[in-house]
């Protein structure tokens, strides 16, 4: 069984300034890398195709296919025309869910954010679409930043751009949640036919109960993470360093012999996250009685390293926040 969140790829850690230094006792991402591990190589070129060796998932090797962006029902629409077309000698193409693309991004790398060697062509540095409308209004879809790895959502008349991706769905991916489909000007619509992430429901199947409240901890059946039930350590907003500091200072009150607790990676706060759901974007019944707006992580952007990743709750957003200011709130992880 895979550990339904992956590995972020990052392998540096960071001061707060953004120099590099010693991972040792720092608790950062790079001293941890908890979650599925990649292999090597990676990826796979086939031709004109490239197979995702972690995944499963199967990509179009031209990362510009359509040459221009495309509002999203166009893109959906392209990736249909893809299948009529029988592209490259296939069918099953789809626009990827939220999830699907975010799994491409490096931690590691900028300018684009995907791995080190990656076989991918024509690579456009910046916004992609998704097929998972947002939850908290359905004008607007996620698309993820392939620059620096941010993910966020616009509104669907805006024009991104579109790489295609084949199968049946990661088993190492769990599902985003979402379960309706939305159009252009954010109202429910059937599914069927859309190409939509509501009408796909592609990845890992969650289990009934998710959480399973322990006393003052929480596990995640999904994940198999134990995280905190209280959701804000840090009584407030504080900085990254602060952050990791909150976390020693947790573990310094952890009964020995027990696992000690971390700040969670993007990857693992993102892993949370309910698409279907928003302020917060946990699951319906989720055990945590005092969700902040946003929390950061232990995995610092590459794209500025005095700036950490961070997960928006409410939203269910991937941005950032620089280190040196008191913007987010502490979680803690372990497993």
Not at 79 to 88: A, M, T
Not at 298 to 326: C, H, I, N, R
């Amino acid at each position: 069984m895979g550990r339904w969140y992956l590995n972020t790829g990052q392998r540096r850690c960071y001061d707060p300034s953004g120099r590099i230094i010693d991972c040792a006792g720092t608790g950062q991402d790079a001293e941890c890398r908890p979650g599925e591990p990649w292999p090597e190589p990676r990826f796979e070129a086939q031709g004109e195709v490239v197979k995702d060796r972690l995944t499963g998932l199967v990509w179009s090797r031209d990362a510009n296919g359509p040459q221009f962006p495309l509002t999203w029902s166009e893109a959906l629409a392209y990736v249909q025309d893809l299948n009529r077309q029988r592209h490259l000698g296939r069918e099953g193409w789809r626009l990827p869910n939220r999830r699907e693309l975010r799994s491409l991004i490096s931690f590691q790398t900028k300018n684009p954010a995907l791995p080190e060697g990656h076989p991918f062509e024509n690579v456009f540095r910046g916004w992609y679409w998704t097929s998972t409308s947002w939850a908290g209004n359905g004008k607007f879809a996620w698309y993820v930043h392939l620059e620096g790895g941010r993910m966020f959502f616009g509104q669907k008349n805006q024009s991104y751009l579109v790489c295609p991706v084949r199968g049946p769905g990661s088993p190492v991916l769990p599902r985003t949640g979402q379960q309706t489909c939305f159009d252009d000007a954010g109202q429910p619509m059937d599914c069927a036919g859309t190409g939509q992430d509501g009408e796909q429901q592609l990845g890992a199947t969650w289990p009934e109960l998710r959480f399973e409240a322990q006393g003052e901890v929480v596990r995640d059946r999904l994940t198999g993470l134990v995280s905190t039930r209280t959701a804000d350590l840090s009584a407030g907003p504080i900085d990254w360093a602060g952050a990791l500091e909150t976390i020693k200072k947790l573990n310094g009150r952890t009964p020995a012999g027990r696992s000690r607790w971390r700040l969670p990676t993007i990857n693992e706060l993102e892993s949370l996250v309910d698409a279907s759901r928003h302020a917060p974007a946990l699951p319906a019944g989720h055990p945590f009685p005092d969700t902040g707006e946003a929390y950061w992580s232990s995995t610092t952007s590459a794209f500025e390293p005095d700036w950490a990743m961070a997960l928006y709750l409410d939203k269910g957003a991937v941005g950032v926040g620089q280190k040196g200011g008191g913007h987010f709130r502490v979680w803690a992880v372990r497993g």
